[in-house]
């Protein structure tokens, strides 16, 4: 066994920045859905609704993925954004959300 060694993870990080990005964007995605289920109960979710919460992570998160591919956000250099870049980014927000919602409609009427 060899010891966790910080540089050679550090460099396995940088030569496959892709994977990265899209790791923290997963995490990103899941912690923002999270946050907003709470915050629609206070920060007391009803034990009832946490299949919900797991149900809807389950849409939500490849939907915001799917969506942040479709318009090409998970490219470029962030240091340089511009007023275009953030209305690219509230454009793939607004649609992410809308296919959610529209996958969680649909398979909510099915599931019934």
């Given at each position: 066994?060899?010891?966790?060694?910080?540089?050679?993870?550090?460099r396995h990080i940088i030569h496959h920045t892709r994977w990265?990005?899209?790791?923290?964007?997963?995490?990103i995605f899941a912690v923002a859905g999270v946050l907003a289920f709470m915050l629609r109960f206070d920060f007391a979710v009803p034990a009832e609704n946490r299949?919900?919460?797991?149900?809807?992570?389950?849409?939500?998160?490849?939907?915001?993925i799917f969506a942040f591919y479709f318009f090409k956000m998970d490219r470029g250099w962030w240091r340089?954004?511009?007023?275009?870049?953030v209305a690219r980014l509230?454009?793939?927000?607004?649609?992410g959300s809308v296919l959610a919602l529209s996958l969680i409609?649909?398979?909510?009427?099915?599931?019934?």
């Open positions: 066994m060899s010891p966790f060694n910080l540089r050679r993870v550090a990265a990005i899209r790791t923290v964007q997963l995490a299949p919900h919460l797991l149900a809807a992570l389950c849409v939500f998160v490849p939907a915001k340089y954004a511009s007023i275009r870049d509230a454009a793939a927000n607004l649609f409609h649909i398979s909510s009427g099915i599931l019934s």
